[in-house]
């Protein structure tokens, strides 16, 4: 049962144009989110988190918008670039500050950024 | 700075092989994991450590064992190496336990 749910395997944007990446998530106590980018061969890279008392967070292009009611977060890259073509993972955890829980890691979107 | 290290970067083993995976960081993160990605599927973690001397299962730890000596090291034991194991495996490690992590740039394991 995925608990953190990507729905599109892929995406192809223009250059310029906007990328949104979507992700679902079910369980109500997932609080803190997070967006990884990776390319071929290397491993994940951080790219923006927000936790559950934020609606949206922004840094540079990227900005990350979370509904907690419909369990809904979204990654925008505006504009989008070449160098945007990567696979995106959304990520979800329980915000423990002394504690580990687990990070649930979605099955990932595969951006192409056409020129 | 290096970040995280992990070697092998390519590893093909024959069934019922045993092999340890490296994984080195030099950030003096706590918290160190270990994740296996297999194709159109998310991250699956398989042990995670919270300190030298700490360590716990992830999602998927059945065939693999860990250990963490010191902050810097959190090796992965494979026993008894089968199909099902084939994957790219990740090390990452944080300073603090829910996420940013850095990862290491993975091994990609067949097992024949």
């Known amino acids: 049962d995925q608990q953190v749910k990507q729905n599109s395997p892929s995406l192809s944007v223009q250059e310029g144009r906007i990328s949104i990446l979507n992700c679902d998530y079910t369980?109500?106590?997932?609080?803190?989110f997070l967006w990884y980018k990776k390319y071929p061969a290397e491993g994940p890279t951080f790219l923006i988190s927000?936790?559950?008392?934020?609606d949206k967070n922004e840094d540079g292009r990227f900005t990350v918008f979370l509904n907690k009611s419909a369990k809904h977060l979204s990654l925008h890259i505006v504009p989008s670039q070449p160098g945007d073509s990567a696979v995106y993972f959304c990520?979800?955890?329980?915000?423990?500050?002394?504690?580990?829980?687990?990070?649930?890691f979605g099955p990932g979107t595969s951006l192409s950024v056409i020129p | 700075n290096a970040g995280v290290t992990q070697t092998p970067k390519f590893r093909i083993l024959k069934i019922g092989q045993s092999m340890t995976l490296q994984c080195t960081q030099d950030?003096?993160?706590?918290?160190m994991y270990w994740y296996r990605q297999d194709p159109g599927m998310g991250l699956k973690l398989i042990y995670y450590?919270?300190?030298?001397?700490?360590?716990d299962k992830g999602e998927v730890p059945n065939g693999y064992n860990v250990s963490r000596s010191t902050t810097e090291d959190f090796p992965l034991r494979l026993e008894l190496a089968a199909p099902s194991q084939t994957s790219v495996y990740f090390c990452?490690?944080?300073?603090?336990?829910?996420?940013?992590?850095?990862f290491g740039s993975g091994t990609r394991l067949t097992v024949v």
């Open positions: 990452a490690s944080s300073p603090t336990p829910f996420g940013g992590y850095t």
């Open positions: 369980n109500s106590m997932f609080d803190y």
């Open positions: 927000i936790s559950s008392i934020k």
């Open positions: 990520a979800a955890s329980a915000f423990r500050k002394t504690s580990y829980d687990k990070v649930i």
């Open positions: 950030m003096n993160h706590n918290y």
């Open positions: 450590s919270v300190g030298a001397g700490i360590t």
